[in-house]
């Protein structure tokens, strides 16, 4: 039975049958997990994620935040949720055992974590960001800022921020004003505002603590001079009580399309000149630290678009199969036809298709850049370390970019398969497209991803990370091409390579001889057809373990003709689920695939009239 959320058995596909997790267990750092407790940890999840996350979600969007005397409050439903989710363990189960967490492997964990943001995603959002925020200073703070701060962010008791944007500082940090005057007792005098920062103020716990980027007086201008600091709403004492505000004032919280349930504020510090920080880490060393918290946060990121994505996806097939609206076209000229159900039609079909494949996709690269991030903290080999690392870094503005811009796409068209209904409230498709949209622009908008991409993530170390991942679809081509019916696929597969290499090396020659023009100016691009390589690989990786899977089950039942087979896909879900697989990389391969190389040459055509349109030309 569907939770209407995730496809568990895709989860557990890509688990256990195409990435093999098990290989993590034999690690030393996760010798202590084990396949069972992979299942047991989604299904207490599943539990969660349906009972107890799911029901906060259409209130918390109704009812959103409220801004009064100062005071910023969550929907009520939020408290009682809250203290479930942090009681069951559910806020920091990456991070070690003496810390409080589980030690658990990222891929496990965030496969769980797909289930709560596909539930309710602007709920997660407060212990995410307190979660991230904790372990920045877990992994560059004092022993005293983690006994007074890290602790109790870790029990859920106090909240955590990440405050990065300033009305004039957004994509460029580097522009912030913030400032922290140095006191003599070491500690600084914070002053400044920060806008659009989640999590910023709420009633779910008793302290929030602000990890805030701000320049030292004197410090150079740009990004070289940012540093942290550990700024919290309320004073802390020794003894780790509270000892009274610490002048962090909520100016406002903004008014959204999306994500009601959290709290977006404006920030303001030491408007009283009394607000005091704690520099985390090194001077000058904020963004460095902030980086750690980024990479995190933006894999996070495709993580919410991707629940959103998932969970419209699973609305739209159960809508499609109980809707009934217009006979068949194949019954046109019958003017007693029947009505069936939209899912019959050849143009829904194509939608939740074209749906499906996009969120396995993502599924895929999220749940594999995950992995990545696993066996490069697992490995005591340097190289490996670095191979993963690598890998993971290439892919985590793909993580970001490619699948929230999807994600975006998948929700829209779960509209157009709920027809008006879609566009109306009642349905819960409406409120996950406005959820989604956010995720194309925080945590760097998309075009910031991109210019990552194409402007520090290809040539990063010597373009032996790109070569890593071409290597892997090299592989994937050579085992298409033996499979009698992924071979036509396999071309289109190896025809989207070759191009994105060719592309890549035009942009590395040309960034030796100082023409960047070319990759800024179609950095976007690039990255969509960067990421439909990636996906298209990732997904025929797992049609050809389906393939082999359906063969199998196939001479099991001894289901030796195209009849007999079709008639299993009908009693047994496994038979369903792997020939789906099969469907998702081959429609992908012929719908996105196959455009990879055109729009490589479009790009490589140069035209520049992006640049040569006058900004008089582009409205009245
Ligand atoms: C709901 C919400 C929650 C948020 N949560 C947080 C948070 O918790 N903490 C935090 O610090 N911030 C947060 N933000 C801020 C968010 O990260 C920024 O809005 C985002 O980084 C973009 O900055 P900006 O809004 O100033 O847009 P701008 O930087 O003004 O960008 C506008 C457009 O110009 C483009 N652009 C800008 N510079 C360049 C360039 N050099 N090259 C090419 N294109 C460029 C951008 O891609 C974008 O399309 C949040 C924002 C929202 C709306």
């Known amino acids: 039975m569907t939770n209407l959320l995730v496809n568990m058995r895709d989860q557990q596909f890509l688990l256990f049958e195409q990435l093999g997790i098990e290989k993590l267990f034999a690690k030393e750092k996760y010798k202590d997990f084990s396949k069972d407790d992979v299942l047991m940890l989604l299904n207490e999840a599943e539990k969660m994620a349906v009972n107890v996350i799911l029901p906060t979600n259409v209130i ?59 539930a309710n995603y602007p709920f997660t959002m407060y212990p995410g960001l307190t979660n991230g925020a904790a372990a920045l200073i877990e992994n560059f703070g004092t022993e005293e ?8 962010m870790y029990a859920g008791q106090w909240g955590g921020t990440m405050c990065l944007t300033e009305p004039g500082a957004g994509s460029d940090v580097g522009a912030l004003k913030t400032t922290a005057k140095r006191l003599p007792d070491g500690t600084f005098s914070i002053t400044g505002t920060k806008c659009f920062i989640s999590s910023g103020d709420h009633d779910l716990t008793e302290n929030i603590i602000h990890p805030v980027l701000a320049r030292i007086e004197g410090d150079a201008p740009g990004t070289a001079g940012i540093s942290i600091f ?32 959290n709290a977006t504020c404006t920030l303001n510090f030491g408007d009283n000149g009394s607000c005091i920080g704690e520099l985390l880490g090194k001077e000058c060393e904020g963004l460095k630290v902030m980086f750690q918290l980024m990479n995190e946060a933006r894999i996070e990121v495709g993580y919410q678009a991707l629940g959103t994505a998932s969970a419209c996806l699973e609305r739209s097939v159960q809508y499609a199969k109980e809707r009934i609206q217009s006979a068949p076209v194949w019954e046109m000229k019958n003017p007693d036809a029947k009505a069936v159900s939209i899912i019959q039609h050849p143009d829904v079909r194509r939608d939740l298709l074209w749906m499906k494949s996009r969120v396995e996709a993502m599924r895929a690269i999220l749940y594999y850049s995950s ?5 490069a903290e697992s490995t005591e080999s340097k190289p490996e370390h670095e191979k993963w690392k690598g890998m993971a870094e290439l892919l985590i503005p793909v993580c970001k970019a490619w699948v929230s811009d999807n994600a975006m796409i998948v929700c829209s068209k779960a509209m157009d398969v709920h027809g008006g209904y879609g566009f109306c409230a009642e349905y819960p498709v409406e409120q996950y497209l406005r959820d989604c949209k956010i995720t194309t622009i925080y945590e760097g908008t998309n075009g910031i991803q991109s210019l990552d ?46 191009a994105i290499i060719d592309l890549t090396m035009t942009f590395g020659q040309l960034g030796k001889s100082g023409g960047f023009l070319l990759p800024i100016l179609n950095a976007s691009p690039f990255m969509d057809a960067f990421g439909d390589l990636v996906a298209g690989n990732i997904l025929m990786q797992a049609a050809l373990i389906a393939e082999e899977k359906l063969t199998g089950i196939y001479e099991a039942k001894s289901a030796d003709t195209i009849g007999k087979q079709r008639a299993l896909v009908h009693d ?49």
């Open 371 to 375: 992995y990545c991030l696993d066996l």
């Open 572 to 620: 047994n879900p496994d038979v369903a689920f792997y020939a789906g697989k099969v469907s998702s990389a081959k429609f992908f391969a012929n719908e996105a695939l196959t455009t990879v190389k055109a729009r490589c040459e479009a790009i490589k055509f140069g035209d520049k009239s992006t640049l040569e349109i006058a900004d008089e030309s582009f409205a009245s």
């Open 453 to 498: 991409l194409v402007g520090r993530k290809l040539g990063s170390k010597k373009g032996a990370n790109v070569m890593n991942l071409v290597g892997e679809i090299m592989a994937t081509i050579g085992k298409a091409k033996a499979s009698a019916s992924m071979k036509a696929y396999a071309a289109a597969l190896e025809e989207a390579c070759n």
């Open 230 to 261: 550990i700024v919290p709403k309320y004073r802390v004492n020794d003894d780790g009580t509270l000892a009274g505000s610490n002048d962090v004032q909520t100016g406002n919280i903004e008014h959204k399309m999306g994500i009601h349930g």
């Open 145 to 152: 800022q983690k006994n007074k701060y890290m602790v109790k």
């Open 60 to 118: 918390g969007d109704r009812e959103g935040c409220t801004f009064k005397d100062g005071k910023v409050t969550v929907p009520a439903v939020f408290h009682d949720a809250y203290q479930k989710f942090v009681e069951a363990g559910w806020l920091c189960p990456t991070r070690s055992v003496d810390v409080g967490g589980q030690g658990m492997p990222l891929l496990m964990s965030n496969a769980c974590s797909e289930l709560f943001v596909a």
